[in-house]
């Protein structure tokens, strides 16, 4: 599966276009033109949109990938249900024929109202069995998601063997752990795919959150000039330095173009 290409240092570029296009514009005298304020405004509110849109991208992408994920675990439910229905539809069929293989008179005799209660009685304990055997596979599905170690499949199962054979003192707990890191992978394909569709949700979300920290440095970087555009003040190094500083001063962590181009220390 492709992924969207994010630019990571589309905030820096916009920056360098935009805040010093503003600058250099008004450099030489006091008096700022009506244009360039506009366009100062104008930059203001398309950072604002940018944010807000950046967001909204942000929590589509989350819903999306949480929505293949939850197609994986109800295709690993079904998957390991077939085998349980097939096993509750071949017991109750086993417990009706013998009802009606009865040699009993007595029994042949109540077989009427025997057999519609029998199989009543049968549904509703398939019906039980089958919500248990659902959620139990759920469960089991987030504990190979969530719980067991490893970022996949192979490591997941060195880290179950390990804990079966090193960690674990109840015999119980360690049995199921071996039997969990025994299971063949064929069985285990849409844990796989579950695992591989989080892990590129995790990276797409990394970048996304790098491009919503550059926008908001670029939206305290413009604020600084845009004042000083306001009261037609001139920007000078020293503007500059409050610009920079402001920008510099938010989490640039994984930004190291940015803290170069604001001097941040």
Request: hydrophobic share 45%; net charge neutral.
């Amino acid at each position: 599966m492709r992924f969207w290409h994010i630019p990571i240092d589309i905030g820096l570029r916009q920056w360098r276009s935009a805040g010093i296009g503003l600058m250099c514009s008004v450099l030489m005298g006091c008096v700022t033109p009506v244009a360039v304020k506009q366009a100062s405004t104008q930059h203001t509110t398309n950072l604002t949109a940018l944010a807000a849109a950046a967001a909204q991208y942000r929590t589509m992408v989350r819903s999306y990938y949480d929505d293949l994920i939850a197609v994986q675990r109800d295709a690993y439910v079904a998957q390991q249900m077939n085998a349980k229905i097939k096993e509750i539809a071949e017991n109750q069929y086993s417990s009706v024929n013998k009802l009606l293989k009865s040699k009993d008179s007595a029994a042949l005799t109540r077989l009427p109202q025997a057999l519609p209660d029998k199989a009543s009685e049968d549904f509703i304990e398939s019906a039980q069995e089958i919500r248990e055997g659902q959620a139990f596979w759920i469960r089991n599905f987030q504990a190979w998601l969530d719980q067991y170690e490893g970022e996949d499949l192979a490591a997941k199962k060195a880290s179950l063997k390990k804990k079966a054979t090193d960690e674990a003192t109840d015999q119980t707990v360690r049995n199921l752990l071996a039997k969990e890191a025994e299971r063949d992978d064929r069985d285990l394909a849409y844990v796989a795919a579950a695992l591989g569709l989080r892990k590129q949700a995790t990276i797409l979300d990394q970048k996304l959150d790098r491009l919503a920290r550059q926008i908001k440095v670029m939206q305290a970087f413009h604020g600084v000039v845009d004042e000083y555009l306001s009261i037609d003040a001139t920007i000078d190094a020293k503007a500059i330095a409050q610009a920079a500083a402001a920008g510099a001063s938010l989490d640039l962590t994984g930004l190291p173009g940015l803290a170069r181009a604001l001097g941040a220390k």
